[in-house]
């Protein structure tokens, strides 16, 4: 059994960091899988933020991510991270963790329990 958690969020100031990080039990990391991480903000549907697929290479950012996120995993620790930098009131949201095994048919898809972000002045 796969569970996702994360951890990492908090408030922060306009123009500030957070690494958010999820930490995977069960082998989900061992197998061919992609890891994401998605956001949804109030009222809105839930988006990918980035992902990452198992050999770590090659991530895909959402454009509103490219240049100040950067998403990282860690096999040997389970743990897939991201880094947010030049933080942004818009970027406040639920932040989540996914993790997609690709080993079962059909594709298996995991969700953590989401940590909350907010970037406030």
């Known amino acids: 059994q796969v569970q996702l958690v994360e951890s990492g969020g908090g408030t922060v100031q306009p123009g500030g960091s957070l690494n958010l990080s999820c930490l995977a039990s069960?082998?989900?990391?061992?197998?061919?899988?992609?890891m994401s991480w998605h956001r949804q903000a109030p009222g809105k549907q839930r988006e990918l933020v980035a992902s990452?697929?198992?050999?770590?290479?090659?991530?895909y950012y959402s454009d509103f991510a490219k240049g100040r996120f950067t998403i990282s995993r860690d096999n040997a620790k389970n743990t897939l991270s991201l880094q947010m930098n030049i933080l942004k009131p818009q970027n406040t949201a639920v932040y989540f963790c996914?993790?997609?095994?690709?080993?079962?048919?059909?594709?298996?898809?995991?969700w953590g329990q989401g940590t909350q972000v907010t970037v406030s002045s």
């Open positions: 990452i697929a198992s050999g770590g290479t090659r991530p």
């Open positions: 996914k993790a997609v095994d690709l080993e079962q048919e059909p594709h298996r898809d995991y």
């Open positions: 069960g082998n989900i990391f061992d197998r061919i899988s992609i």
